[in-house]
């Protein structure tokens, strides 16, 4: 995929949530009201501009939705009252499933997260960034002794550069710097280095940017009615407290709602379901973008609401253990961690972990929480 200048481009304007009056989240007030005061004139007349202009695409944007989503018309009705009372986009309203306007009051809108983000890790946007690249990562994991998938060989401009021995393994490829899943190719087994080197696709020499080969990691066992063809991960969030010590704040179970895909995210129709952060139970899932609810897995009937994730104690002690010793430069970081029948792994760390699976699976605002409080706590420290 390379440096996404495209991305990062659409992430450079911070667009004010009001026209001159902000409307957010309770909790991100303080933060907004700073903005506002530090704004110019040139600034405050551009974010007036922008918001009328917004509030004139609301009913379109909710025309869009209703069709995408095969709403009616009541919905497309309520989506614009709701959106134009509380600045926010009619998509959002139909993904985390808002029905009165004082429920957004606990939500990041998701055009408001990119902002969020930068300001309070902005290590995140940079090259630099340890979450952003595979080997990097890895390498960190490495020296801090964290469980994590061992790397067999690099490619990086059509060289081989083998490290491990593949040991008959089955073993998988993926960009270093790939995001949702996509690029991921299972290259089946290899006995020793020399099988490796001969056999390895040439498509994968001739690819741009560079990938990590891997063994392919087995799920626990106790989640193979839910895995399907994939591995399933739990995204857990930790955020720095407010004395600089990791807390767990969300978590979210993704997994494949159908056999043949080899991935588990939403892109590739996954589906989410609440993690309860003391219990490792699990809650309703849904898919990530539309559809209906399952309390059972749609293609095995294996139960999913009250189900408790097996290892959950030592994935989330993992996940807070990791920010702490091998990546404190962060204040927040989103992992895909997997639980396997050696223990929970370290999948990937994720800088911009992004709002819409924990809200959307929760059925729940990420303010209404330990994430809001120190979200606003982060964002005053920077102020």
Not at 167 to 192: C, S, W, Y
Not at 234 to 259: K, M, Q, Y
Request: aromatic share 8%.
């Amino acid at each position: 995929m390379g440096y996404d200048r495209l991305y990062f481009l659409k992430k450079a304007y911070a667009l004010y949530p009001g026209v001159t009056r902000p409307v957010s989240a309770s909790v991100l007030a303080a933060h907004y009201l700073r903005r506002r005061s530090h704004r110019g004139p040139l600034r405050a007349a551009l974010d007036a501009i922008v918001g009328i202009a917004f509030l004139a695409w609301i009913p379109w944007r909710a025309h869009r939705v209703q069709r995408k989503f095969g709403l009616d018309a009541a919905w497309r009705r309520r989506a614009i009252a709701i959106a134009r009372a509380r600045f926010a986009d009619p998509n959002d309203i139909a993904l985390f499933r808002i029905a009165e306007s004082d429920a957004l009051d606990v939500y990041v809108r998701r055009y408001e997260d990119a902002a969020l983000n930068k300001r309070i890790n902005p290590l995140g946007w940079t090259r630099a960034c340890a979450l952003a690249d595979k080997l990097r990562f890895y390498a960190r994991c490495r020296a801090a002794g964290l469980p994590h998938p061992e790397t067999v060989a690099a490619v990086d401009h059509g060289r081989l550069d083998i490290v491990a021995d593949p040991a008959d393994r089955a073993l998988i490829a993926k960009p270093a710097d790939g995001e949702g899943g996509e690029g991921v190719t299972l290259l089946g087994r290899f006995a020793t280095i020399a099988d490796l080197a001969a056999r390895l696709p040439e498509s994968l020499l001739a690819r741009s940017g560079a990938l990590v080969i891997q063994p392919y990691v087995r799920t626990h066992a106790d989640l193979a009615d839910l895995a399907l063809d994939a591995l399933p991960t739990v995204r857990i969030v930790t955020i720095l407290d407010e004395a600089g010590t990791p807390e767990a704040v969300s978590a979210t179970f993704r997994f494949a709602s159908a056999r043949g895909t080899h991935v588990d995210n939403m892109k590739a129709g996954g589906l989410l379901a609440p993690v309860d952060l003391a219990r490792g139970t699990l809650g309703l899932a849904c898919k990530g973008y539309g559809g209906g609810d399952h309390a059972t897995h749609p293609v095995t009937g294996a139960a999913i609401t009250g189900r408790t994730l097996p290892l959950w104690d030592a994935a989330k002690a993992l996940a807070i253990r990791a920010h702490a010793t091998a990546f404190a430069d962060y204040i927040l970081i989103g992992w895909d961690v997997a639980m396997t029948p050696d223990g929970p792994v370290l999948i990937e760390g994720n800088g911009k972990p992004g709002v819409l699976m924990p809200q959307r699976a929760a059925r729940r605002g990420l303010c209404d929480g330990r994430y809001g409080q120190l979200l606003a706590f982060h964002l005053a420290m920077k102020a």
